[in-house]
């Protein structure tokens, strides 16, 4: 990509930015002399951490009563703290507070609140918008409050492949920070084959690429050009009514970042509901879907890029009418109701709905289902807006066409009657 040339405007920034670099020097030493030990911002891991809380009813094991259904948060727990008693899934007190759990269960078992799918994705692209690299790491990696550009996790395997994938969609400037040979000295011993498997899933589905940094003496703290000049600007704006933006400057470009994560969210919240009116949010049985939040993301990716679903494969279910025996239990399996028995006993699946899980085929006793991988052409929601779109402008187009038609044959006729005289 070529570079952009600098002008009046950049010199400008980089002229206040130097002063108030300069200025921040002087504030630290005063800071340093003046403030209350006490006072000071000290890093604690525990802040970035949090206990996920199981909800039973969504665990696709306990539903089917089949332990082998599905066992990837215990296989991911490095502790053995998860559970599954009957239909009782449960967090033992040994939890590390990891997050491993909540990534990898696909039908969102676990509830945690700081770094849910939507919350995790917010907090990475507020960085990403403003900076020229965004860095993600975990709670070992620092013996620091962390710099503005990096998002903290008690793991960087608590992102699920789901948010690497949109985040990658929408920015290509994403890196992981963590230093050589940590994560063999961690106790979180799981954690390293998880985000390399998920980050690389989402590296494929998406065709971009995470960078990686192991010296932290390479970490770029660059604010993005555009961000800056818009913070500028913004600032330069309003220094005549809102005395504030000089005592705090990002609000400006604060604001800026702000929206761009708040479309994002607008968009899944539209994509939802066109999808509820496409497909409905019930089955024949009256049983409320459930859209996760990963899946959320993925479509959204989609939405923004169609084309990515003709190479992203996912194993979808596929029934064999001639085995099924129409027993039901594949249906109970599913706790996101995606699968269902209509009126007449037949197996329906909605692709969209369907987490990839298996835990249908597992539970179906004669084999009439099989994980089959298929694109996720399906997960592309067609946009009612666009379409209304690309109708309006095609009747523009003609009206246009129209117009140049009759006013070519006007000319014409002024021409003859120019011939005649």
Request: proline letters at 5%.
């Amino acid at each position: 990509m070529a570079q952009k040339k600098r002008d009046f405007l950049d010199e400008i920034i980089d002229l206040q930015s130097d002063w108030n670099a300069l200025s921040h020097k002087g504030d630290e030493l005063v800071e340093q002399f003046t403030a209350d030990p006490n006072d000071l911002p000290v890093f604690d891991p525990d802040d970035y951490r949090e206990r996920p809380r199981p909800n039973s009813t969504y665990c696709v094991s306990g539903a089917s009563k089949k332990p082998e259904a599905c066992n990837l948060c215990m296989a991911a727990c490095p502790v053995d703290a998860v559970t599954l008693n009957g239909a009782s899934l449960r967090v033992g007190d040994t939890c590390m507070r990891c997050g491993l759990c909540a990534a990898v269960c696909p039908t969102e078992a676990f509830q945690i609140r700081k770094n849910a799918p939507m919350a995790l994705y917010d907090k990475v692209a507020r960085v990403a918008t403003a900076y020229e690299q965004c860095y993600i790491t975990c709670v070992h990696a620092l013996d620091r409050m962390p710099q503005a550009n990096e998002v903290v996790l008690p793991c960087v395997g608590a992102v699920p492949r789901e948010v690497w994938f949109d985040l990658l969609c929408d920015y290509p400037n994403l890196s992981v920070y963590l230093p050589l040979g940590l994560c063999d000295e961690c106790g979180v011993s799981t954690g390293e084959e998880l985000f390399s498997n998920a980050i690389a899933e989402a590296e494929e589905w998406s065709g971009e690429s995470v960078g990686l940094e192991v010296d932290e003496a390479d970490l770029g703290r660059e604010q993005k050009r555009a961000y800056k000049r818009s913070q500028f600007v913004s600032g330069m704006t309003q220094a005549g009514t809102r005395l504030v933006t000089r005592g705090n400057p990002a609000l400006a470009g604060a604001q800026a970042v702000a929206n761009k994560v708040r479309a994002h969210s607008n968009q899944i919240t539209e994509l939802q509901k066109t999808l509820e009116r496409a497909v409905g949010s019930q089955s024949s049985q009256s049983k409320r879907r459930m859209l996760t939040r990963k899946r959320r993301l993925v479509m959204a990716g989609l939405q923004k890029y169609p084309d990515l679903a003709e190479e992203m494969m996912l194993p979808f279910p596929q029934v064999d009418v001639q085995v099924c025996t129409m027993c039901g239990d594949c249906a109970k399996a599913c706790t996101v109701h995606a699968l269902e028995l209509d009126a007449n006993g037949r197996v329906l699946v909605e692709p969209t709905y369907c987490v990839n899980c298996g835990a249908c085929a597992v539970a179906c006793a004669e084999g009439a289902i099989a994980m089959k991988a298929q694109n996720a052409e399906e997960l592309v929601v067609p946009d009612e807006k666009a379409k209304e779109r690309e109708r309006q402008r095609r009747r523009a187009k003609r009206l246009r066409e129209e117009g140049k038609k009759t006013l070519e044959k006007g000319l014409d006729l002024i021409e003859g009657l120019a011939d005649d005289e």
